[in-house]
């Protein structure tokens, strides 16, 4: 059954430093989104992502952080000048045109030093 | 501020037994309601989708949904010990890109 992938599992970051979040989505999903869970918090949205455009995006979702589809298959999240509140997990997920069911990758835990 | 409300428990109950998750949410525009269940550590995993009103079985899992009452229910029979987990309450928000709000989650124990 194919899955949600995330990169890197486990990121470490000097404070003010750009990072780089990888996901490769499931093959045919053409919705996706980007959410965040602080340690011992919920799950937040932070971006949709539909035909190469951002559809919607949370107040989180600032200046600092962008998102694109640079190929067929990846889809990422680039924080520019990381903030020590940004340490959390980051998850993709991604659903089909016909599904309102959203499938999470493993995610990626962010450490801002 | 469309919020989604559950208990955080932690919810203890013995092996075998059935475990009720209750969740209430604001946005009465909603027409998709999900449960995950979150490991320690780990991603939300999609165990449950409900979309109308009344109950919706899938092996020891049952959803329930009151619109009216803005309310929707996990139960979970035959409880495990596997079952230990936060149980997080989904909801949509209306329109074509459906964001997805969720509650803070109830903590699961299964006692064996």
């Known amino acids: 059954e194919p899955e949600v992938t995330q990169t890197p599992s486990h990121q470490v970051t000097q404070m003010g430093q750009e990072v780089i979040l990888r996901c490769v989505p499931i093959?045919?999903?053409?919705?996706f989104y980007w959410y965040r869970q602080i340690l011992g918090q919920k799950v937040e949205f932070l971006v949709s992502?539909?035909?190469?455009?951002?559809?919607?995006k949370s107040e989180i979702f600032d200046d600092q952080f962008s998102v694109e589809r640079p190929d067929g298959s990846n889809f990422t999240l680039k924080i520019r000048s990381t903030k020590l509140e940004d340490s959390a997990m980051y998850f993709c997920?991604?659903?089909?045109?016909?599904?309102?069911?959203?499938?999470f990758g493993p995610g990626t835990r962010l450490t801002v030093t | 501020q469309k919020e989604v409300e559950q208990n955080s428990g932690p919810l203890s109950v013995p092996e075998g037994a059935i475990a009720s998750l209750n969740c209430t949410y604001s946005?009465?525009?909603?027409?998709?309601f999900f449960w995950y269940r979150q490991y320690s550590g780990k991603s939300p995993e999609l165990i449950m989708s409900i979309y109308s009103n009344g109950d919706k079985e899938d092996g020891r899992f049952t959803a329930q949904l009151n619109k009216a009452s803005q309310y929707v229910s996990l139960l979970i029979r035959d409880s495990q010990p596997s079952d230990s987990a936060t149980y997080l309450c989904?909801?949509?928000?209306?329109?074509?890109?459906?964001?997805?709000?969720f509650g803070t989650g109830t903590k699961l124990q299964v006692i064996p």
């Open positions: 946005d009465r525009g909603s027409q998709s």
């Open positions: 989904a909801v949509n928000s209306p329109g074509g890109y459906q964001k997805v709000t």
């Open positions: 992502f539909y035909n190469n455009e951002i559809s919607e």
């Open positions: 997920a991604g659903r089909t045109s016909g599904s309102h069911e959203q499938y």
């Open positions: 093959s045919n999903h053409l919705y």
